[in-house]
């Protein structure tokens, strides 16, 4: 077996075959590593095996805070478990960041999935906690607001094409009018963070919608095989 520092891949090729079939850069042989010439293809690490090192260190620092945090609650008296909390909320930590590394080479999908992710867990904490009201009053307005122009701006700065997040921005935009729906229906109590993030809503979609009609509905057709 041979190893491609340009793709960063093992690769099982005949013996005779010293350039990467991939790139054509010059690979070097992996010792203690049996060759299967009967496979070409290279063998893609999973994410797992990828981040192997930052997975188990994250979830080492959940485990240290986690065990920090109970330490603390024990020996400084209180009347309720906050530790519980902090463990829950680093857990909470470590799943977003194997999902950022799930979707790490679509950087806009990833912004949409941590907001919704991040959103979940902000709602089932206040919820847990004897509903409060702050997820709704400020965490999920914040941050659908925030992903719609982090959107915008990764997709500036690193000159991607329209077409290729214009679905995840649309998507973005029409959960951004939970907060104003939500403000109706008199769950929210401080409206101003859902009517900033429902107005940068509302200026997004007339944008996509008046600009990029046509690309709009042929990403729909792609996407759904019209």
Known sequence: MRYCP?????????????????????????????????????????????????IRLALFAVVAVSAIAFGVNLMVPHESLWSIFVAIGAFCGWIALLAALRRRNNIQRNIFNQALLVSAFALIWDFITGWRGWSVDFVMPSLFAFSIIAIIATALILKIPVERYLMYLLINCVFAFVPVILVACGVVKV??????????????????VILYTNKMISEVKRRFHV
Not at 9 to 34: A, N, W
Not at 191 to 201: E, G, Q, R
């Open 191 to 208: 409206i101003y963070p859902s009517y900033i993030c429902t107005i940068i809503a509302a200026v997004v979609t007339a944008w996509l």
């Open 6 to 54: 340009n793709c960063k891949m093992r690769l099982r090729i005949p013996e005779k075959e010293v350039k990467c079939p991939l790139c054509r850069s010059q690979t070097t042989q992996l010792d203690g590593c049996e060759d299967d010439y009967g496979a070409v293809f290279p063998v893609v690490p999973t994410m797992f095996e990828r981040y192997n090192f930052i």
